[in-house]
């Protein structure tokens, strides 16, 4: 049993010891890992020779902390379930939303890993080439050629993002929620559907119509997020932000939203909530003091709008928890 099969490698200078490798078995290993920068867990299922299916729930705005060391064979096709995941391709940046499907080679560039929500949750296709070919031609003969594939991406730069579509959600969001019992053979069962969608299907490339941003753009719209992080107890209007950042307001308010999929004070508001039921489920605090912390002056106002998100007051989430 391979105790580490997609050869990850935490970068040197991190501690080794955030990361934990559990072989399940033959079949499944989950990695979980608990950086500085976030934390989170993958669950490795070894499909098919040189074919694994990788189940990924991350919560972190940057990991950055391993890598994967593999041959220039490989082929990823990533969807995103929940959150957003920054690619950078051809030295612009460009975001893969809920529903999305990205389809790359090693070559096409990502030496990163970024979630603009602070949260994902995917599964990704891993395929080296030189292993699963011979396997794949075995099942289907001569009708699928895994080059074929490979050279359609090649011919899109090495990178194809395709806009979610019926046929997509119908493949992968059954994949996310499989008993146990049943998960080898059906996991199997979807990935050869998955090769022949991508058989039959052309592989129209959508990422010239989506928004795409220099590294000056979104450097200067994370800049105006840490503000927005930094000074969360105080109201800040855009009209502010605008003249602070050299930035047009139809600028901020188009950038942002593409960057971070929400327009900024929806945002905003979503963030204050999510750090209010961080410290809900802290003692330390009343529930006016964390109103207050968050930026609400009156606590009955933040109790609806924590009720409105959470579909609970913040009295009865503390005694949920508890």
């Given at each position: ?28 290993t ?55 995941f ?141 503000e ?21 307001i ?20 979503e ?35 924590f ?16």
């Amino acid at each position: 049993m391979k105790n580490n099969p997609l050869k990850l490698k935490i970068n040197e200078k991190y501690n080794k010891k955030s990361m934990h490798i559990f072989n399940e078995s033959s079949f499944k290993t989950v990695y979980s890992f608990d950086f500085k920068s976030g934390n989170g867990k993958m669950v490795s299922y070894a499909v098919f020779p040189g074919i694994y299916l990788v189940h990924n729930e991350i919560h972190g705005f940057e990991i950055n902390e391993f890598k994967r060391i593999d041959s220039n064979q490989e082929i990823t096709i990533n969807h995103c379930k929940k959150g957003r995941f920054e690619c950078k391709f051809k030295g612009k940046y460009h975001y893969l939303e809920e529903g999305d499907l990205v389809v790359a080679t090693k070559t096409s560039e990502k030496s990163y890993s970024t979630f603009p929500l602070g949260y994902y949750e995917g599964i990704e296709i891993y395929i080296n080439k030189k292993s699963a070919k011979p396997f794949l031609k075995n099942v289907f003969g001569y009708s699928f050629d895994l080059n074929e594939l490979y050279n359609k991406i090649s011919e899109n730069n090495d990178f194809l993002l395709i806009k979610s579509t019926e046929e997509i959600e119908h493949i992968f969001n059954e994949m996310y929620y499989v008993d146990e019992k049943i998960q080898k053979m059906y996991f199997k069962l979807k990935v050869l559907e998955l090769f022949l969608f991508l058989k039959i299907t052309p592989l129209n490339n959508t990422i010239e119509n989506r928004p795409k941003f220099s590294k000056k753009q979104v450097e200067t719209i994370k800049a105006i997020k840490k503000e927005l992080i930094k000074n969360i107890h105080n109201p800040i209007t855009l009209e502010y932000l605008s003249k602070k950042y050299n930035i047009s307001i139809t600028s901020l308010k188009t950038s942002f939203k593409a960057i971070y999929g929400k327009p900024v004070y929806a945002w905003r508001k979503e963030y204050r909530l999510q750090i209010a039921k961080e410290l809900l489920n802290k003692e330390d605090y009343k529930i006016s003091e964390i109103a207050n912390k968050v930026g609400y002056k009156n606590p009955s106002k933040f109790s609806a709008a924590f009720k409105e998100y959470y579909k609970l007051t913040p009295s009865q989430y503390r005694l949920q928890e508890k």
